[in-house]
Nanobody
């Protein structure tokens, strides 16, 4: 069994910062790519940022220069540092990860339950 648990969401004023965490637990052999997505009310879920197992990152244009994705492989944890937050960043943020449970198993994609981020004055 593998679980992803996000934390760190909340209410913040425009221009503020938040740091989201995504902790993977359970039977894990290796974690490949990790990513953060978000879904605002009435909109489709969109990719915010991704990071490979070797640390290569990519960002959506809307967050480039403001958000930073990182990971701690020893802790099986991913992070999303969000700075200069705007009201348009308000959404439920989800992490996902491509995980091998054993050396011989295939790679499966797991999702967290989501954490609410609200940017408002």
């Amino acid at each position: 069994q593998v679980q992803l648990v996000e934390s760190g969401g909340g209410l913040v004023q425009p221009g503020g910062s938040l740091r989201l965490s995504c902790a993977a637990s359970g039977s894990i052999f290796s974690i490949n790519a990790m990513g953060w997505y978000r879904q605002a009310p009435g909109k489709q879920r969109e990719l915010v940022a991704g990071i490979t197992s070797t640390g290569k990152t990519n960002y959506s244009d809307s967050v480039k220069g403001r958000f930073t994705i990182s990971r701690d492989n020893a802790k099986n944890t991913g992070y999303l540092q969000m700075n200069s937050l705007k009201p348009d960043d308000t959404a439920v943020y989800y992490c996902n990860a491509d995980i091998d449970r054993t050396y011989y198993s295939g790679t499966l994609t797991y999702w967290g339950q989501g954490t609410q981020v609200t940017v408002s004055s």
